[in-house]
């Protein structure tokens, strides 16, 4: 099956700098990535849906300007939080999704996640 | 508004069968897929169902009603491995998921 990466796995760092998590799609070109976050106990939260070569649409409520989205190529799409608060410590997954896979083309293939702990 | 429900938790004894419900009230439907997720990890893909009927892969079974908008998965010969929460989750019209909130599966020996 497809396989979706994601770095790095885990990630703690003080309150104000930038962390920027990476996803890669390592045998199927993504066309269309999307961005998650999951608090505990709490099911997948879509932070903003990634199109390559252009803007992220981002869902109501999730600031674009503190979560910069850029899907530069068909096999990347990275999310930068800047200036990080506790706030922000979430399990972040990415997933993508293969158009050119036949049958269930709309399944999206997950990457294990990025845990991140802002002190 | 779209709403996905599926019960928060059940508990089920190593051996045995048990299936976990979902109904969803979604703006369009493109399919309905389960997911497997261990704690402190990513989804995995366990089922998708687009028309009615059952679906089966080996232990695992799926269910689809898009009149009644549910489905269940039923889970057979349970292991203890299989501890985990599965997420109910439906495409919607433009294609996006829309996720239940889970349920925790808690199997007991």
């Known amino acids: 099956g497809a396989v979706v990466s994601q770095h790095p796995s885990r990630v703690i760092c003080k309150s104000g700098t930038s962390v920027k998590i990476e996803c890669r799609s390592l045998?199927?070109?993504?066309?269309?990535m999307f961005w998650y976050r999951q608090f505990p106990k709490k099911s997948l939260m879509l932070m903003a849906t990634?199109?390559?070569?252009?803007?992220?649409?981002?869902e109501q409520g999730v600031e674009k300007d503190k979560f910069l989205i850029n899907h530069a190529s068909l096999t990347l799409s990275t999310l930068t939080v800047t200036s990080a608060h506790p706030e922000d410590s979430s399990f972040y997954i990415c997933?993508?999704?293969?158009?050119?896979?036949?049958?269930?083309?709309?399944?999206?293939?997950f990457g294990p996640g990025t845990r991140l702990t802002v002190l | 508004g779209q709403n996905i429900d599926q019960p928060t938790e059940m508990t089920a004894t190593e051996g045995a069968i048990v299936q976990i419900n979902c109904t969803y009230q979604?703006?369009?439907?493109?399919?309905l897929f389960w997911y497997q997720q261990h704690a402190g990890e990513a989804p995995t893909f366990l089922s998708y169902?687009?028309l009615d009927g059952l679906e089966e892969k080996g232990r695992f079974s799926s269910f689809l009603s898009r009149s009644k908008g549910y489905s269940y998965l039923l889970l057979k010969e349970l292991q203890m491995k299989d501890s985990a929460s599965y997420l109910c989750?439906?495409?919607?019209?433009?294609?996006?998921?829309?996720w239940g909130a889970g349920t925790k599966l808690i199997i007991k020996p």
């Open positions: 997933s993508a999704r293969d158009l050119q896979a036949g049958g269930d083309y709309n399944e999206q293939f």
């Open positions: 045998d199927f070109q993504a066309t269309t």
């Open positions: 990634s199109n390559e070569g252009s803007k992220a649409t981002y």
């Open positions: 979604t703006s369009g439907f493109n399919g």
């Open positions: 169902n687009v």
């Open positions: 989750a439906v495409s919607d019209s433009n294609y996006q998921l829309i």
